[in-house]
């Protein structure tokens, strides 16, 4: 089988060989970093569209942990293009971070549409390094398609952790690999090598469910779904929570 995926990804790389190409000459990497917030624009509409009560359902408790004030100190990590603001309920003070600035007028757009919600700010970090934001600053973090295209979910995951207040809650909605010894699984690992450049870094086989129950949350709920796009060779998706 290894053999058939090494095939498979050789024609998939001769198919596509000059993405290759500009990607080894360091001309791809500032081109998706432009041109990706425009493609997010137009999946999240799709997505939002499909996953619609999804999305209720899991953010709806958002609402359970607000403090003394009514408010809710929520950070949405990969934040994107704000697609999921219009799911949060009113009274959450949101902080965003994205490592793309090219999100930040998307951003803008969203939160003007979105008046329920306050609007703290704009931080360009990755997600395994926060050190903008303080210990225990965050009621919730919100992480939704994100986990599949950071450079180590573990450290990403330790600065959730970090971040959020105890009893703090991570809501998460994030696609996986399709289960080993599959052909889905197959053609995953074979086109994965180029889906990576297409999606910004994008890894079609993360078994992200395995980093959430190590990650040494209290409490971890997970629920699987099969994927709202059967175009696209993104896989099964996982819904849930995780407890500080």
């Not at 330790?158 to 399709?178: D, I, K, N």
Request: aromatic share 10%; net charge positive; hydrophobic share 45%.
């Amino acid at each position: 089988m290894d053999a058939l995926v090494r095939l498979l990804q050789l024609l998939v790389l001769l198919l596509t060989l000059p993405l290759h190409l500009m990607a080894l000459l360091g001309y791809w990497q500032p081109l998706c970093k432009s041109y990706f917030p425009y493609l997010m624009a137009v999946l999240a509409e799709k997505t939002n569209h499909m996953m619609e009560s999804k999305k209720r359902e899991l953010f709806s408790q958002i609402k359970e942990l607000k403090g003394p004030s009514g408010k809710v100190a929520l950070l949405e990590l990969g934040c994107g293009t704000g697609a999921n603001f219009q799911f949060y309920p009113a009274g959450c003070s949101v902080t965003c971070l994205d490592p793309n600035p090219h999100f930040e007028k998307f951003l803008t757009k969203s939160m003007a549409q979105n008046k329920h919600l306050q609007y703290e700010r704009f931080v360009v970090a990755a997600g395994e390094d926060m050190r903008e934001l303080a210990d225990g600053s965050m009621d919730v973090v919100v992480c939704t398609l994100v986990l599949c295209s950071v450079q180590s979910p573990e450290r990403v995951l330790q600065e959730v952790r970090r971040v959020l207040r105890p009893g703090g809650v991570l809501f998460f909605l994030e696609h996986v690999a399709e289960p080993r010894g599959s052909w889905a699984f197959v053609w995953q690992r074979a086109l994965e090598p180029t889906w990576k450049h297409i999606g910004d870094g994008c890894l079609l086989t993360r078994e992200t469910w395995r980093d959430l129950e190590k990650a040494r949350f209290s409490e971890v709920q997970i629920e699987r779904h099969p994927p709202p796009l059967k175009w696209l060779p993104v896989g099964p998706h996982i819904m849930g929570k995780a407890v500080k």
